[in-house]
């Protein structure tokens, strides 16, 4: 059926298209579905979608394991949730910067078993003068790393 042009001089409060002549209202589902297409690991998948939940009516549609990587899919529908109250919007913060000792250890981690110049440790691991120079020598004092020779420095475990 096709509405004729000029048929009626009726228009509806309401564009959700449901019967009847009411005012725009919390129920009215005029909001597009929206496709959303989550991929990890199963528990991450589910995550995402209590996460999602939070401001979407959302109804799983299909999930399957990709044989090939063995990742989950789940595709879901969802509509704008106007009929719960809106939890805030979760906050994403940059992760804390790592312990001056934590950013040596990973950097002598990265090159397992082979000598590391004090120079090249403090250019990847942003240390500079002093911080560099305690953290090293704790590091050593403690058995996490060697000091192999004069500005050398290795990590063996």
């Not at 090159?111 to 590391?116: H, I, Q, Y």
Request: overall charge negative; proline content about 8%.
């Amino acid at each position: 059926m096709q509405p004729s042009e000029g048929s009626s001089d009726f228009e509806a409060p309401c564009n959700c298209g449901a019967l009847g002549d009411h005012e725009p209202n919390r129920n009215c589902s005029h909001q597009p579905v929206i496709q959303i297409e989550v991929t990890g690991g199963r528990s991450a998948c589910l995550e995402a979608l209590g996460v999602l939940r939070a401001h979407y009516h959302v109804f799983p549609e299909h999930e399957w394991q990709d044989p090939n990587s063995e990742q989950w899919v789940f595709k879901l529908g969802a509509v704008r949730n106007y009929w719960r109250p809106l939890a805030p919007a979760p906050v994403l913060t940059a992760p804390a910067a790592p312990t001056p000792e934590a950013a040596v250890l990973a950097c002598l981690h990265d090159a397992l078993g082979l000598e590391v110049d004090e120079n090249a440790i403090g250019a990847l691991t942003n240390l500079t003068g002093d911080t560099l120079a305690t953290t090293l020598t704790t590091l050593v004092k403690v058995g996490k790393i060697e000091h192999v020779r004069p500005g050398y420095y290795r990590k063996n475990t």
